[in-house]
């Protein structure tokens, strides 16, 4: 059975403390791994989309990576505007586009 | 702002009702999907359309059905409604090969 799982289920840091988020997955041929923002009461804000192991995307403070069973999400001194839920999703090889979601880690940058 | 709108925005109803959540995809976009989330099944997959047609299911209750219109647009209708349905309902949209999903903002659904 597909699966996703993230760790930890919450961080907290110190604003300028780097870290980094996990986000295993298990599925029968990748097609895509996705990480998501979620802040509360709002809908989930795409962020990367990683196609294969060794693939790595920047976008100001975040960096994902991905290997052939994780990838990571790397905060680089972190703000407290970075504070949100973070979504992993992987899709499954197939001729849908349903994107199967972790439960997510919750991260709190402190100033 | 995704460019993905949903209506309304809250919806407070009472067991046994129906109700009828709507999406408008980004201008362009094929594919409209639908998910449910709750506190402890976090988001999940409930139904694909793509140019009208149905494309994928997932765990989507018997109680519930949706369509894509010839707009594009979708509506995803729950009925004989249970306390347990309550949750945050999004619509997302893509389109092309790379399936990057973009959501809206929700409907936060109460079922009194």
């Known amino acids: 059975e597909d699966q996703v799982t993230q760790s930890p289920e919450a961080l907290r840091l110190q604003e300028g403390e780097s870290s980094s988020l996990n986000c295993s997955y298990t599925v029968s041929g990748l097609r895509g791994l996705f990480w998501y923002r979620q802040d509360p009461g709002k809908g989930p804000e795409f962020l990367f989309t990683?196609?294969?192991a060794g693939e790595e995307k920047e976008k100001e403070r975040l960096k994902a990576t991905l290997t052939k069973k994780e990838s990571f999400l790397h905060i680089t001194a972190p703000k407290p505007e970075d504070s949100a839920t973070y979504l992993c999703a992987v899709q499954a090889s197939g001729n849908t586009g349903k994107l199967i979601f972790g439960q997510g880690t919750t991260l709190q940058v402190k100033p | 702002d995704s460019g993905v709108t949903q209506t309304p925005k809250h919806l407070i109803t009472a067991t046994g009702q129906r109700v009828t959540l709507r999406c408008s995809p980004r201008s362009g976009d094929l594919s409209v999907y639908w998910y449910q989330q709750s506190l402890d099944q976090g988001l999940q997959f409930l139904i694909q359309y793509y140019n009208g047609e149905e494309r994928a299911k997932g765990n989507i209750l018997e109680r519930f059905s949706a369509q894509q219109f010839p707009d594009l647009h979708s509506e995803l209708n729950l009925s004989s409604l249970e306390l347990g349905d309550s949750a945050l309902y999004f619509c997302?949209?893509?389109?092309?090969?790379?399936?990057?999903?973009?959501f809206g903002p929700g409907t936060r659904l109460t079922v009194t």
């Open positions: 990683l196609y294969s």
């Open positions: 997302a949209s893509s389109v092309g090969r790379k399936n990057e999903q973009y």
